[in-house]
């Protein structure tokens, strides 16, 4: 999720800073600078966003702050998140607060489960189809690395399909605490005893049943599985 350029914490300069820091965001939105890269330095940004050094220098400070940039001595600024909540989130993931994360989930996925079921298209059926196709093989597989990306994916186009831009952006916001309850429930191995079925979920989805795809969609967050 992106917030507003006022949701980020702006020094009292005023209009250009905030402006810079949406120029800023828009580049790394956009992926000019990917996660993991570094940003230009300090007179280059100067230069191709014609605004001062200490405009610059601000703009940088409240994006590190906010966790999308890090400034690494001796070696320059790098991206680390493409968004605000998402580092936040990370910090507050602990193995004592899972209980909270899968109350999340729940909260998001039974809801974007029931949207789904009344707003699917023809193209949302073909993509659930394929993201539930590609969970059975990462299943097979027997790599939980593996099958935790391909069961998170697979609940992402669930969420695409309940076409709530705002769901959306919340849920990817969430995605690396929701892995790992994932990641968490299977362990070390794959084992029969955690598999869960999520056919059901896509065929009351297909048949745009809202209160049964609610219902699969809460299931899957009890027991031990959790996937």
Not at 130 to 140: F, Q, S, T, Y
Request: hydrophobic content about 45%; aromatic content about 4%.
């Amino acid at each position: 999720m992106t917030p507003a350029v006022d949701s980020v914490a702006v020094p009292p300069r005023g209009h250009r800073v905030r402006q810079t820091i949406e120029q800023l965001r828009e580049r790394i939105l956009g992926g000019e600078w990917p996660v993991g890269g570094r940003i230009p330095t300090e007179p280059q940004l100067v230069a191709a966003l014609g605004v001062g050094r200490n405009t610059v220098r601000e703009a940088v400070r409240a994006l590190v702050h906010a966790g999308v940039l890090e400034c690494r001595q001796g070696s320059g600024t790098y991206v680390v998140s493409t968004d605000e909540l998402a580092p936040v989130v990370a910090r507050r993931l602990t193995d004592d607060r899972m209980a909270e994360v899968i109350e999340v989930r729940r909260a998001f996925e039974v809801e974007a489960a029931r949207l789904a079921a009344l707003r699917r298209t023809p193209a949302d059926l073909s993509a659930l189809d394929g993201a539930l196709a590609a969970r059975e093989a990462a299943w097979r597989s027997g790599r939980v690395d593996e099958f935790v990306e391909a069961d998170a994916a697979l609940h992402t186009v669930v969420v695409a399909a309940a076409h709530n831009a705002m769901l959306a952006e919340l849920y990817a916001s969430v995605g690396a605490a929701l892995r790992s309850t994932v990641a968490q429930a299977m362990g070390t191995a794959l084992t029969p005893e955690r598999y869960v079925d999520h056919g059901r979920l896509v065929e009351a989805i297909r048949a745009g049943d809202p209160q049964w795809a609610a219902i699969e969609a809460g299931a899957f967050l009890e027991g031990p599985s959790r996937a």
